[in-house]
């Protein structure tokens, strides 16, 4: 049995990532000397808002990101999954690394009980050793929000618009916090929607 991790109070936690995911607070994971996200292989999305990192990670190492708009870069990874800018144990660049390591927490992928298989081991690890707890009474029907909202968007991913429905499992878990309140609303209301129509309804609302 794996050992746990204190992962922080269910509904703290979906507040401060609600804040992280809209760029008014860095991540605070208590990584605790896991580099999971560092070395597991993972292409990092460059944002032309990442004015820091653009200047210090070597042009030669960028790429133009697929199907998204100019300026927007991709950062590779080594051989052994290990990100370019991670050397001797710890990122080169950390005060300028990009919003998308600021933003990454692995407790999402916890929080929405999602397949961690495309994570890596050592992500899918860690995942394993969170721990939430539920001291608030909302807790448990935010947590059944969140898997309800995830479990929707795997099963209608056709439904969505392209590119919605986030292929990578930590992307797809962000979106199930994003719309989680939908299915709040959805546990404390009689009405049942079509697939359809909740969809169109969650498209216009979380464009
Ligand atoms: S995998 Fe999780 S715990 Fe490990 S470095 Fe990334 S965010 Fe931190
Ligand atoms: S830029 Fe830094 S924080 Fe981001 S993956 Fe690379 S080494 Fe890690």
């Known amino acids: 049995m794996s050992k746990r991790i204190e992962a922080g109070e269910f509904s703290e936690w979906i507040s401060d990532f609600t804040l992280t995911m809209k760029g008014q607070s860095d991540g605070n994971v208590p990584c605790n000397g896991?580099?999971?996200c560092c070395t597991?292989?993972?292409f990092i999305l460059i944002r032309p808002s990442d004015a820091g990192a653009l200047e210090v990670i070597p042009e030669q190492l960028l790429f133009s990101a697929p199907s998204l708009p100019p300026h927007h870069y991709l950062l590779g990874y080594y051989k052994k999954g290990h990100c370019p800018m991670f050397k001797n144990g710890s990122c080169t660049i950390y005060q300028y690394r990009p919003e998308t390591c600021r933003q990454y927490d692995c407790r999402v992928l916890k929080a929405s009980d999602a397949d961690t298989r495309d994570e890596g081991p050592t992500i899918s690890k860690k995942v394993a050793e969170w721990e939430f707890s539920y001291d608030k009474p909302e807790s448990k029907k935010l947590q059944k929000?969140?898997?309800d909202a995830a479990?929707?968007?795997n099963e209608n991913k056709k439904l969505f618009p392209d590119g919605y429905v986030p292929i990578s499992s930590s992307s797809l878990a962000a979106v199930a916090i994003r719309i989680h309140p939908e299915f709040v609303s959805?546990?404390?209301?009689n009405r049942v929607n079509t697939p359809l129509k909740l969809v169109k309804?969650?498209?216009a609302?979380?464009?």
């Open 201 to 203: 309804k969650i498209v």
């Open 34 to 36: 896991c580099v999971g």
């Open 186 to 189: 959805t546990q404390n209301s």
């Open 40 to 42: 597991s292989s993972k």
């Open 151 to 153: 479990k929707f968007l």
């Open 145 to 147: 929000a969140v898997n």
């Open 205 to 207: 609302k979380y464009p």
